[in-house]
Protein backbone atom coordinates (compact mmCIF):
# COMPACT_ATOMS: atom_id res chain seq x y z
CA UNK A 1 0.00 0.00 0.00
CA UNK A 2 3.02 2.57 0.14
CA UNK A 3 3.11 2.80 -3.82
CA UNK A 4 -0.38 3.58 -3.68
CA UNK A 5 -0.36 6.71 -1.67
CA UNK A 6 2.98 8.25 -3.47
CA UNK A 7 2.38 10.91 -5.76
CA UNK A 8 -0.12 10.26 -8.60
CA UNK A 9 -1.51 7.32 -6.51
CA UNK A 10 -3.22 9.05 -3.65
CA UNK A 11 -6.80 8.47 -4.87
CA UNK A 12 -6.05 4.55 -5.42
CA UNK A 13 -4.97 4.50 -1.80
CA UNK A 14 -7.31 6.31 -0.55
CA UNK A 15 -10.16 4.06 -1.83
CA UNK A 16 -8.37 1.40 -0.24
CA UNK A 17 -8.44 2.45 3.16
CA UNK A 18 -12.81 3.20 2.83
CA UNK A 19 -12.66 -0.48 1.57
CA UNK A 20 -11.35 -0.93 5.19
CA UNK A 21 -13.65 1.30 6.84
CA UNK A 22 -10.93 4.05 8.08
CA UNK A 23 -12.38 7.32 6.16
CA UNK A 24 -15.72 8.83 5.60
CA UNK A 25 -16.81 8.70 1.79
CA UNK A 26 -19.03 12.09 2.78
CA UNK A 27 -17.26 15.55 4.48
CA UNK A 28 -19.58 17.20 6.98
CA UNK A 29 -19.03 20.99 7.03
CA UNK A 30 -19.45 21.27 10.55
CA UNK A 31 -16.51 23.02 12.34
CA UNK A 32 -13.88 20.35 12.03
CA UNK A 33 -13.83 18.25 15.34
CA UNK A 34 -10.04 17.72 15.68
CA UNK A 35 -7.63 16.86 18.35
CA UNK A 36 -5.25 20.14 19.11
CA UNK A 37 -2.19 18.15 18.45
CA UNK A 38 -3.66 16.01 15.42
CA UNK A 39 -1.34 17.88 12.51
CA UNK A 40 1.97 18.48 15.47
CA UNK A 41 4.88 18.55 13.37
CA UNK A 42 2.64 19.05 9.85
CA UNK A 43 2.91 22.23 7.96
CA UNK A 44 0.38 23.33 5.60
CA UNK A 45 0.85 26.98 3.59
CA UNK A 46 -2.50 28.31 2.09
CA UNK A 47 -2.89 30.54 -0.74
CA UNK A 48 -4.83 33.02 -0.85
CA UNK A 49 -6.34 35.13 2.33
CA UNK A 50 -10.24 35.63 1.16
CA UNK A 51 -12.51 33.74 3.66
CA UNK A 52 -11.90 30.24 2.41
CA UNK A 53 -8.11 30.65 2.89
CA UNK A 54 -8.73 32.09 6.52
CA UNK A 55 -11.08 29.51 8.01
CA UNK A 56 -8.85 26.60 6.52
CA UNK A 57 -6.02 28.43 8.15
CA UNK A 58 -7.98 28.85 11.84
CA UNK A 59 -9.22 25.45 11.71
CA UNK A 60 -5.48 23.76 10.77
CA UNK A 61 -4.47 25.72 13.50
CA UNK A 62 -6.55 24.54 15.61
CA UNK A 63 -5.78 21.18 14.91
CA UNK A 64 -2.06 22.05 15.63
CA UNK A 65 -0.42 22.58 11.96
CA UNK A 66 2.07 25.43 11.19
CA UNK A 67 0.33 26.99 8.70
CA UNK A 68 1.31 29.90 6.71
CA UNK A 69 -0.98 32.26 4.75
CA UNK A 70 0.69 33.72 1.00
CA UNK A 71 -2.15 36.60 0.01
CA UNK A 72 -1.45 38.78 -3.38
CA UNK A 73 -2.75 41.85 -2.61
CA UNK A 74 -1.98 44.43 0.65
CA UNK A 75 -5.45 43.36 2.56
CA UNK A 76 -7.10 40.22 3.38
CA UNK A 77 -10.70 39.21 2.97
CA UNK A 78 -10.24 38.47 -1.41
CA UNK A 79 -13.53 39.76 -2.11
CA UNK A 80 -14.87 40.48 0.57
CA UNK A 81 -13.56 44.32 0.65
CA UNK A 82 -15.30 47.39 2.48
CA UNK A 83 -13.75 51.08 1.03
CA UNK A 84 -13.55 53.83 2.86
CA UNK A 85 -12.71 57.54 2.41
CA UNK A 86 -9.34 57.86 1.25
CA UNK A 87 -8.83 54.10 -0.14
CA UNK A 88 -7.29 53.72 -3.65
CA UNK A 89 -8.47 51.41 -6.26
CA UNK A 90 -6.70 49.84 -8.88
CA UNK A 91 -8.46 48.54 -12.02
CA UNK A 92 -7.08 46.87 -14.79
CA UNK A 93 -7.28 49.09 -18.18
CA UNK A 94 -9.03 51.89 -16.12
CA UNK A 95 -7.42 55.06 -14.03
CA UNK A 96 -6.81 54.26 -10.22
CA UNK A 97 -9.91 55.00 -7.79
CA UNK A 98 -9.47 56.94 -4.35
CA UNK A 99 -12.34 56.82 -2.11
CA UNK A 100 -14.04 59.98 -1.79
CA UNK A 101 -16.47 58.91 1.04
CA UNK A 102 -17.35 61.29 4.01
CA UNK A 103 -15.92 60.23 7.42
CA UNK A 104 -17.72 57.33 8.53
CA UNK A 105 -18.87 55.93 5.73
CA UNK A 106 -17.94 53.06 3.75
CA UNK A 107 -18.94 50.42 1.20
CA UNK A 108 -19.11 46.98 0.80
CA UNK A 109 -17.81 46.56 -2.98
CA UNK A 110 -18.23 42.35 -2.20
CA UNK A 111 -20.44 40.63 0.08
CA UNK A 112 -22.74 43.36 1.96
CA UNK A 113 -25.06 40.72 3.64
CA UNK A 114 -25.49 37.49 5.99
CA UNK A 115 -28.47 34.87 5.47
CA UNK A 116 -29.18 34.36 9.26
CA UNK A 117 -28.97 30.70 7.97
CA UNK A 118 -25.76 31.16 6.70
CA UNK A 119 -24.29 29.52 10.25
CA UNK A 120 -20.42 28.76 8.96
CA UNK A 121 -20.11 32.31 8.39
CA UNK A 122 -22.04 33.61 11.45
CA UNK A 123 -20.54 30.97 13.76
CA UNK A 124 -16.75 33.19 12.89
CA UNK A 125 -18.11 36.05 14.25
CA UNK A 126 -19.38 35.09 17.26
CA UNK A 127 -16.32 32.89 18.21
CA UNK A 128 -14.00 35.90 17.32
CA UNK A 129 -16.54 39.03 18.89
CA UNK A 130 -17.26 40.48 15.49
CA UNK A 131 -20.49 42.68 16.38
CA UNK A 132 -23.67 42.49 13.93
CA UNK A 133 -26.65 44.46 12.81
CA UNK A 134 -29.27 43.67 10.70
CA UNK A 135 -29.32 44.80 7.46
CA UNK A 136 -32.11 45.49 6.28
CA UNK A 137 -32.37 43.73 2.97
CA UNK A 138 -36.46 44.84 2.11
CA UNK A 139 -38.49 47.82 2.84
CA UNK A 140 -42.26 48.31 1.54
CA UNK A 141 -41.18 51.73 0.55
CA UNK A 142 -38.85 51.39 -1.62
CA UNK A 143 -39.39 51.64 -5.43
CA UNK A 144 -40.05 49.92 -8.42
CA UNK A 145 -39.53 51.90 -11.65
CA UNK A 146 -40.03 50.35 -15.46
CA UNK A 147 -40.02 52.40 -18.10
CA UNK A 148 -42.76 49.63 -19.77
CA UNK A 149 -45.72 50.39 -17.17
CA UNK A 150 -47.30 53.35 -15.57
CA UNK A 151 -45.73 55.62 -17.45
CA UNK A 152 -42.29 54.80 -16.16
CA UNK A 153 -43.60 56.85 -13.16
CA UNK A 154 -42.12 54.59 -9.82
CA UNK A 155 -44.20 52.95 -7.68
CA UNK A 156 -43.99 51.77 -4.01
CA UNK A 157 -43.06 48.06 -3.58
CA UNK A 158 -45.96 47.57 -1.23
CA UNK A 159 -48.61 49.24 -3.72
CA UNK A 160 -47.17 46.50 -6.58
CA UNK A 161 -46.96 43.49 -3.79
CA UNK A 162 -50.45 43.97 -2.21
CA UNK A 163 -52.41 44.96 -5.03
CA UNK A 164 -50.61 42.20 -7.12
CA UNK A 165 -51.67 39.85 -3.87
CA UNK A 166 -55.48 41.22 -4.26
CA UNK A 167 -55.62 41.01 -7.72
CA UNK A 168 -54.30 37.66 -8.37
CA UNK A 169 -56.72 36.58 -5.53
CA UNK A 170 -60.15 37.82 -6.97
CA UNK A 171 -59.06 36.33 -10.01
CA UNK A 172 -58.57 32.68 -7.86
CA UNK A 173 -61.88 33.89 -5.78
CA UNK A 174 -63.65 34.24 -9.34
CA UNK A 175 -62.60 30.47 -10.69
CA UNK A 176 -63.46 28.47 -7.26
CA UNK A 177 -66.43 29.91 -7.43
CA UNK A 178 -67.27 29.19 -11.20
CA UNK A 179 -66.39 25.79 -10.92
CA UNK A 180 -62.63 25.68 -12.12
CA UNK A 181 -61.95 24.06 -9.26
CA UNK A 182 -63.98 21.86 -9.07
CA UNK A 183 -62.03 19.19 -9.57
CA UNK A 184 -58.86 19.59 -7.45
CA UNK A 185 -61.03 20.46 -4.00
CA UNK A 186 -63.81 19.09 -2.40
CA UNK A 187 -67.34 21.93 -1.60
CA UNK A 188 -65.43 22.41 2.14
CA UNK A 189 -61.94 22.82 0.86
CA UNK A 190 -63.37 25.73 -1.53
CA UNK A 191 -65.28 27.61 1.14
CA UNK A 192 -62.03 27.34 3.08
CA UNK A 193 -60.13 28.75 0.32
CA UNK A 194 -62.60 31.48 -0.30
CA UNK A 195 -62.46 32.53 3.42
CA UNK A 196 -58.40 32.46 2.89
CA UNK A 197 -57.92 34.35 -0.36
CA UNK A 198 -60.78 37.09 1.70
CA UNK A 199 -57.80 37.40 4.18
CA UNK A 200 -54.85 37.23 2.15
CA UNK A 201 -55.96 39.53 -0.95
CA UNK A 202 -57.92 41.76 1.45
CA UNK A 203 -60.91 41.38 -1.07
CA UNK A 204 -64.67 42.59 -0.12
CA UNK A 205 -67.52 40.56 0.98
CA UNK A 206 -68.56 39.99 -2.52
CA UNK A 207 -64.84 38.07 -3.67
CA UNK A 208 -63.35 41.75 -4.99
CA UNK A 209 -60.45 43.09 -4.84
CA UNK A 210 -60.82 47.05 -4.65
CA UNK A 211 -57.70 48.29 -2.88
CA UNK A 212 -56.45 47.57 0.25
CA UNK A 213 -54.52 49.88 3.11
CA UNK A 214 -51.90 47.35 2.90
CA UNK A 215 -51.10 48.97 -0.15
CA UNK A 216 -50.74 53.02 1.20
CA UNK A 217 -52.50 55.62 1.86
CA UNK A 218 -54.04 58.78 -0.83
CA UNK A 219 -54.60 60.54 2.58
CA UNK A 220 -52.63 58.96 5.47
CA UNK A 221 -54.97 58.47 9.37
CA UNK A 222 -54.33 61.57 11.26
CA UNK A 223 -56.18 63.69 14.40
CA UNK A 224 -60.15 64.14 14.28
CA UNK A 225 -61.64 63.30 11.63
CA UNK A 226 -58.36 62.83 9.15
CA UNK A 227 -59.37 59.11 8.32
CA UNK A 228 -56.96 57.37 6.14
CA UNK A 229 -57.80 56.88 2.54
CA UNK A 230 -56.13 53.87 0.53
CA UNK A 231 -54.94 54.33 -2.69
CA UNK A 232 -56.81 53.13 -5.95
CA UNK A 233 -55.91 49.58 -6.50
CA UNK A 234 -53.46 49.47 -9.83
CA UNK A 235 -54.88 47.35 -12.46
CA UNK A 236 -53.62 43.88 -12.19
CA UNK A 237 -53.07 44.35 -16.15
CA UNK A 238 -50.86 47.23 -15.75
CA UNK A 239 -48.91 45.97 -13.09
CA UNK A 240 -48.23 42.66 -14.98
CA UNK A 241 -46.53 44.91 -17.76
CA UNK A 242 -44.19 45.89 -15.14
CA UNK A 243 -40.66 44.32 -16.25
CA UNK A 244 -39.38 44.93 -12.56
CA UNK A 245 -42.30 43.17 -10.79
CA UNK A 246 -40.55 40.12 -10.29
CA UNK A 247 -38.01 41.61 -7.98
CA UNK A 248 -40.59 42.81 -5.68
CA UNK A 249 -40.55 39.07 -4.58
CA UNK A 250 -36.69 39.03 -4.23
CA UNK A 251 -36.60 38.37 -0.61
CA UNK A 252 -38.70 35.23 -0.95
CA UNK A 253 -35.48 33.42 -2.41
CA UNK A 254 -34.47 31.58 0.81
CA UNK A 255 -30.79 33.46 0.34
CA UNK A 256 -32.59 36.84 1.11
CA UNK A 257 -34.99 35.94 3.88
CA UNK A 258 -35.16 38.15 6.82
CA UNK A 259 -33.36 38.00 9.39
CA UNK A 260 -30.09 39.57 6.96
CA UNK A 261 -26.93 40.60 9.27
CA UNK A 262 -24.15 42.74 8.55
CA UNK A 263 -20.51 43.31 10.81
CA UNK A 264 -20.86 46.88 12.31
CA UNK A 265 -18.81 49.05 10.58
CA UNK A 266 -18.46 46.98 7.43
CA UNK A 267 -18.05 43.14 6.18
CA UNK A 268 -13.74 43.11 6.50
CA UNK A 269 -14.41 43.05 10.11
CA UNK A 270 -15.08 39.17 9.59
CA UNK A 271 -11.55 38.67 7.47
CA UNK A 272 -9.41 40.97 9.25
CA UNK A 273 -10.71 39.05 13.02
CA UNK A 274 -10.10 35.65 11.46
CA UNK A 275 -6.23 36.87 10.43
CA UNK A 276 -5.75 38.25 13.55
CA UNK A 277 -6.63 34.97 15.43
CA UNK A 278 -3.68 33.24 13.37
CA UNK A 279 -0.84 32.82 14.81
CA UNK A 280 1.38 31.85 11.87
CA UNK A 281 3.03 34.30 9.50
CA UNK A 282 0.54 36.16 6.16
CA UNK A 283 2.43 37.26 3.49
CA UNK A 284 0.74 40.24 2.06
CA UNK A 285 1.91 41.42 -1.52
CA UNK A 286 3.21 37.58 -2.01
CA UNK A 287 2.44 37.19 -5.48
CA UNK A 288 2.62 33.16 -6.37
CA UNK A 289 4.31 32.95 -9.89
CA UNK A 290 4.31 28.35 -9.37
CA UNK A 291 3.84 25.75 -7.07
CA UNK A 292 4.88 22.41 -8.01
CA UNK A 293 4.91 18.63 -5.33
CA UNK A 294 7.14 16.25 -4.60
CA UNK A 295 5.77 12.84 -2.92
CA UNK A 296 7.83 14.44 0.25
CA UNK A 297 6.33 17.94 -0.08
CA UNK A 298 4.61 21.05 -1.70
CA UNK A 299 6.95 23.92 -2.62
CA UNK A 300 5.37 27.62 -3.64
CA UNK A 301 7.53 30.18 -5.15
CA UNK A 302 6.38 33.60 -4.55
CA UNK A 303 7.41 37.30 -5.43
CA UNK A 304 7.03 40.58 -3.40
CA UNK A 305 5.06 42.97 -5.14
CA UNK A 306 7.13 45.44 -3.70
CA UNK A 307 10.48 44.68 -3.17
CA UNK A 308 10.63 42.27 -6.18
CA UNK A 309 12.04 39.17 -4.01
CA UNK A 310 11.37 36.23 -5.01
CA UNK A 311 11.69 32.74 -2.39
CA UNK A 312 10.19 29.80 -2.22
CA UNK A 313 8.07 28.06 0.47
CA UNK A 314 7.82 24.26 1.56
CA UNK A 315 5.06 22.51 3.52
CA UNK A 316 3.73 19.19 3.58
CA UNK A 317 0.25 20.19 2.09
CA UNK A 318 -0.91 23.06 0.17
CA UNK A 319 -4.27 24.69 0.02
CA UNK A 320 -4.84 26.35 -3.15
CA UNK A 321 -7.81 28.68 -2.73
CA UNK A 322 -6.80 31.25 -5.74
CA UNK A 323 -9.70 31.94 -7.91
CA UNK A 324 -9.66 30.12 -10.99
CA UNK A 325 -9.02 32.59 -14.13
CA UNK A 326 -6.11 33.53 -11.59
CA UNK A 327 -4.90 30.39 -10.78
CA UNK A 328 -4.80 29.47 -14.63
CA UNK A 329 -2.03 31.68 -14.94
CA UNK A 330 0.42 30.19 -12.49
CA UNK A 331 2.40 27.74 -12.96
CA UNK A 332 2.16 24.23 -11.58
CA UNK A 333 2.43 20.35 -12.26
CA UNK A 334 -0.99 19.39 -11.86
CA UNK A 335 -2.40 17.08 -13.99
CA UNK A 336 -3.35 17.76 -17.80
CA UNK A 337 -7.12 17.00 -16.90
CA UNK A 338 -7.00 19.52 -13.80
CA UNK A 339 -4.83 22.22 -16.09
CA UNK A 340 -7.49 22.14 -18.41
CA UNK A 341 -10.59 22.17 -15.96
CA UNK A 342 -9.35 25.12 -14.35
CA UNK A 343 -8.52 27.18 -17.50
CA UNK A 344 -12.21 26.82 -19.02
CA UNK A 345 -13.86 28.11 -16.31
CA UNK A 346 -15.66 31.28 -16.98
CA UNK A 347 -16.60 33.37 -14.34
CA UNK A 348 -19.93 35.44 -14.16
CA UNK A 349 -19.13 39.97 -14.69
CA UNK A 350 -20.86 41.80 -11.57
CA UNK A 351 -20.00 45.76 -10.94
CA UNK A 352 -20.88 47.98 -8.16
CA UNK A 353 -21.06 51.70 -7.72
CA UNK A 354 -21.35 53.45 -4.80
CA UNK A 355 -21.97 57.74 -4.45
CA UNK A 356 -21.80 59.58 -1.67
CA UNK A 357 -25.02 61.19 -1.11
CA UNK A 358 -27.52 62.92 1.29
CA UNK A 359 -30.08 60.66 2.64
CA UNK A 360 -33.03 62.44 0.32
CA UNK A 361 -34.50 58.75 0.73
CA UNK A 362 -35.02 58.97 4.23
CA UNK A 363 -37.94 62.01 3.23
CA UNK A 364 -39.86 59.18 1.17
CA UNK A 365 -39.94 56.85 3.73
CA UNK A 366 -36.93 54.47 2.44
CA UNK A 367 -35.27 53.57 5.24
CA UNK A 368 -32.90 50.50 3.93
CA UNK A 369 -33.98 47.81 1.57
CA UNK A 370 -33.63 48.13 -2.76
CA UNK A 371 -34.82 49.92 -5.19
CA UNK A 372 -35.23 48.22 -8.49
CA UNK A 373 -34.83 49.76 -11.88
CA UNK A 374 -33.90 46.88 -14.20
CA UNK A 375 -31.68 47.98 -17.46
CA UNK A 376 -27.92 48.28 -17.04
CA UNK A 377 -27.86 48.94 -13.66
CA UNK A 378 -30.78 46.94 -11.79
CA UNK A 379 -31.12 48.46 -8.74
CA UNK A 380 -30.69 50.95 -6.13
CA UNK A 381 -29.45 49.74 -2.26
CA UNK A 382 -29.98 52.06 0.27
CA UNK A 383 -27.69 51.93 3.50
CA UNK A 384 -29.32 49.82 6.78
CA UNK A 385 -27.80 52.18 9.45
CA UNK A 386 -26.81 56.12 10.45
CA UNK A 387 -30.49 56.93 9.70
CA UNK A 388 -30.91 60.60 10.42
CA UNK A 389 -27.74 61.16 9.40
CA UNK A 390 -26.30 63.75 6.95
CA UNK A 391 -25.59 61.71 4.96
CA UNK A 392 -25.25 57.97 3.49
CA UNK A 393 -23.33 55.65 0.93
CA UNK A 394 -25.90 54.61 -1.71
CA UNK A 395 -25.41 51.95 -4.61
CA UNK A 396 -26.56 53.18 -6.80
CA UNK A 397 -25.71 50.21 -9.10
CA UNK A 398 -25.15 46.28 -8.64
CA UNK A 399 -25.52 44.58 -11.77
CA UNK A 400 -24.81 41.19 -13.19
CA UNK A 401 -24.54 38.89 -15.79
CA UNK A 402 -25.44 39.64 -19.49
CA UNK A 403 -26.31 43.51 -17.93
CA UNK A 404 -23.21 43.83 -16.49
CA UNK A 405 -21.30 43.02 -19.41
CA UNK A 406 -23.15 45.62 -21.38
CA UNK A 407 -22.40 48.01 -18.67
CA UNK A 408 -18.59 47.27 -18.26
CA UNK A 409 -18.18 47.60 -21.82
CA UNK A 410 -18.84 51.55 -20.89
CA UNK A 411 -16.37 53.97 -19.77
CA UNK A 412 -15.86 54.93 -16.07
CA UNK A 413 -17.55 58.93 -16.99
CA UNK A 414 -20.28 56.69 -19.09
CA UNK A 415 -21.62 53.99 -16.16
CA UNK A 416 -21.12 56.84 -13.40
CA UNK A 417 -23.60 59.01 -15.41
CA UNK A 418 -25.78 55.69 -16.33
CA UNK A 419 -25.84 55.33 -12.64
CA UNK A 420 -26.96 58.88 -11.86
CA UNK A 421 -29.70 59.49 -14.59
CA UNK A 422 -31.42 55.55 -13.50
CA UNK A 423 -31.20 57.41 -9.83
CA UNK A 424 -32.95 60.93 -11.01
CA UNK A 425 -35.63 58.90 -12.60
CA UNK A 426 -36.46 56.50 -9.47
CA UNK A 427 -36.31 60.11 -7.25
CA UNK A 428 -36.36 63.28 -9.46
CA UNK A 429 -34.13 65.98 -9.34
CA UNK A 430 -31.45 64.04 -6.99
CA UNK A 431 -28.78 62.79 -9.33
CA UNK A 432 -27.12 65.90 -8.76
CA UNK A 433 -26.91 65.37 -5.36
CA UNK A 434 -24.48 62.41 -5.74
CA UNK A 435 -20.71 62.44 -5.22
CA UNK A 436 -17.69 60.94 -4.78
CA UNK A 437 -18.81 58.12 -7.16
CA UNK A 438 -16.53 54.77 -7.25
CA UNK A 439 -17.16 51.73 -9.54
CA UNK A 440 -16.26 48.42 -9.08
CA UNK A 441 -15.88 46.38 -11.25
CA UNK A 442 -14.91 42.87 -10.46
CA UNK A 443 -14.20 41.49 -14.24
CA UNK A 444 -11.01 44.25 -13.69
CA UNK A 445 -10.00 43.57 -10.47
CA UNK A 446 -6.42 41.91 -10.99
CA UNK A 447 -6.48 39.43 -8.54
CA UNK A 448 -10.03 37.95 -9.03
CA UNK A 449 -11.10 38.25 -12.82
CA UNK A 450 -14.71 37.91 -11.86
CA UNK A 451 -17.58 37.81 -9.26
CA UNK A 452 -18.12 33.89 -8.99
CA UNK A 453 -18.61 31.06 -11.14
CA UNK A 454 -21.82 29.23 -11.99
CA UNK A 455 -20.91 25.94 -12.77
CA UNK A 456 -24.79 25.23 -14.47
CA UNK A 457 -24.08 27.85 -16.61
CA UNK A 458 -22.29 30.36 -18.74
CA UNK A 459 -20.86 27.47 -20.65
CA UNK A 460 -18.97 25.98 -17.61
CA UNK A 461 -18.95 21.84 -17.04
CA UNK A 462 -19.97 20.50 -14.18
CA UNK A 463 -17.73 17.47 -14.20
CA UNK A 464 -14.87 19.96 -13.96
CA UNK A 465 -16.39 21.38 -11.05
CA UNK A 466 -16.60 17.25 -9.64
CA UNK A 467 -12.82 17.23 -10.49
CA UNK A 468 -11.74 20.40 -8.85
CA UNK A 469 -13.30 19.02 -6.01
CA UNK A 470 -10.90 16.16 -5.77
CA UNK A 471 -7.40 16.32 -3.89
CA UNK A 472 -4.49 15.85 -6.14
CA UNK A 473 -1.69 14.97 -4.22
CA UNK A 474 -0.43 16.91 -1.55
CA UNK A 475 -2.41 19.97 -3.32
CA UNK A 476 -5.65 20.81 -2.21
CA UNK A 477 -8.17 22.83 -4.35
CA UNK A 478 -10.72 25.14 -2.12
CA UNK A 479 -12.63 28.30 -2.05
CA UNK A 480 -16.43 29.47 -2.92
CA UNK A 481 -16.01 28.16 -6.30
CA UNK A 482 -15.76 24.98 -5.30
CA UNK A 483 -19.24 24.73 -2.91
CA UNK A 484 -22.71 25.13 -3.81
CA UNK A 485 -22.49 28.63 -2.78
CA UNK A 486 -20.11 30.29 -5.14
CA UNK A 487 -21.41 33.80 -4.60
CA UNK A 488 -21.59 33.81 -0.60
CA UNK A 489 -19.44 33.80 1.83
CA UNK A 490 -20.73 30.72 3.58
CA UNK A 491 -19.55 28.90 0.52
CA UNK A 492 -16.22 29.54 1.30
CA UNK A 493 -16.29 28.66 4.79
CA UNK A 494 -17.98 25.29 3.56
CA UNK A 495 -15.00 24.70 0.96
CA UNK A 496 -12.63 25.36 3.36
CA UNK A 497 -14.02 23.30 6.27
CA UNK A 498 -14.03 20.09 4.05
CA UNK A 499 -10.78 21.14 2.74
CA UNK A 500 -9.52 20.61 6.19
CA UNK A 501 -11.41 17.32 6.55
CA UNK A 502 -9.84 15.76 3.30
CA UNK A 503 -6.36 16.63 4.74
CA UNK A 504 -6.86 15.37 8.17
CA UNK A 505 -7.77 11.95 5.84
CA UNK A 506 -4.53 12.16 3.93
CA UNK A 507 -2.83 12.91 7.73
CA UNK A 508 -4.34 9.45 8.93
CA UNK A 509 -3.92 7.82 5.68
CA UNK A 510 -0.12 9.01 5.44
CA UNK A 511 0.22 7.66 9.48
CA UNK A 512 -1.18 4.68 8.48
CA UNK A 513 1.39 3.48 5.81
CA UNK A 514 3.70 4.73 7.94
CA UNK A 515 2.95 2.88 10.78
CA UNK A 516 2.83 -0.35 8.54
CA UNK A 517 6.28 0.17 6.99
CA UNK A 518 7.70 0.10 10.42
CA UNK A 519 6.31 -2.63 11.69
CA UNK A 520 7.31 -4.97 8.91
CA UNK A 521 10.15 -7.54 9.43
Known sequence: MTRAFTLGGFAAGYAALQGLGLTSAAFAQDAPDLPRDFGKGRSVVVLGAGIAGLVAAYELERAGFAVTVVEARERVGGRNWTIRGGDRVETLDRPDQTAGF???LHFNA??????????????????????????????????????????????QQRQAINDLRGGLSELLAKATRGGGLDREL???????????LKTYGDLDAGGAYRGSERSGYVTTPGAADQRGVARPPLPLRDLLSDDTLPYALFEENILMQATMLEPTGG???????????????????????????????????????????????AADYLVVTVPLPILAKVANDLPGEVKAAIAGARYDNATKVAFDAPRFWEAEQIYGGLSFVGGETTLVWYPSGGFHQPRGLL?????????????????????????????????PGKGRDLTAPLVIDWNRQAFNLGPWIHWEG??????AYALLNQPQGRIFLSGAHLSQLPSWQEGGVAAARRTVGLIAQRVRADRLVLSRTETRP
Open 110 to 155: GPARLPSHHQGVLSYAKVLNVPLEVEVNSSRSSLLQSDAAFGGRPI
Open 267 to 313: MDAIPKALAKALKGPILLNAEVTAFRQTPQVAEVAIRDSKSGAARKI
Open 458 to 463: DGNDPA
Open 186 to 196: SAPDKERLLAF
Open 395 to 427: VGAYTVGAAARTFQARSFDEQVAVTRAAIDKLH
Open 102 to 104: SPG
